[in-house]
Nanobody, 125 residues
Framework: QVQLVESGGGLVQAGGSLTLSCATS????????VGWFRQAPGKERVFVSG????????DSADSVKGRLTISRDNAENMVYLQMNSLKPEDTAIYYC??????????????????WGQGTQVTVSS
């Protein structure tokens, strides 16, 4: 069982920045992948970015490359999502999720077995 707790959401103006945090129960030797997903109002949950615990390799959705960046604090077993140049369309609930058994970061929601409770990000125009 993997525990994930997101924090850092809030209200920000368009063009602003926000950093989301995901506290994990993983340890240094875990073989998991941790991903960020988001769900906008009335829409399905979609992949944003993910990181492999074993080698810190990253994969991100094309729509967020250059603006939303995932990173990891190895010592604290934390995962972050740095969000820059935010747009109103980035408004969503952001979820942290974990999985294992994949050679590459999966983009499908169904690939992830463990989920946090989500944190709301609202970008005003």
């Amino acid at each position: 069982q993997v525990q994930l707790v997101e924090s850092g959401g809030g209200l920000v103006q368009a063009g602003g920045s926000l950093t989301l945090s995901c506290a994990t129960s993983l340890d240094t030797f875990s073989q998991h992948i941790v991903g960020w997903f988001r769900q906008a109002p009335g829409k399905e949950r979609v992949f944003v970015s993910g990181i492999k615990w074993s080698d810190n390799s990253i994969d991100s959705a094309d729509s967020v490359k250059g603006r939303l960046t995932i990173s990891r604090d190895n010592a604290e077993n934390m995962v972050y999502l740095q969000m820059n140049s935010l747009k109103p369309e980035d408004t969503a609930i952001y979820y942290c999720a974990a999985t294992r058994g994949w050679s590459a970061v999966p983009h499908w929601e169904s690939s992830y077995a463990y989920w946090g409770q989500g944190t709301q990000v609202t970008v005003s125009s």
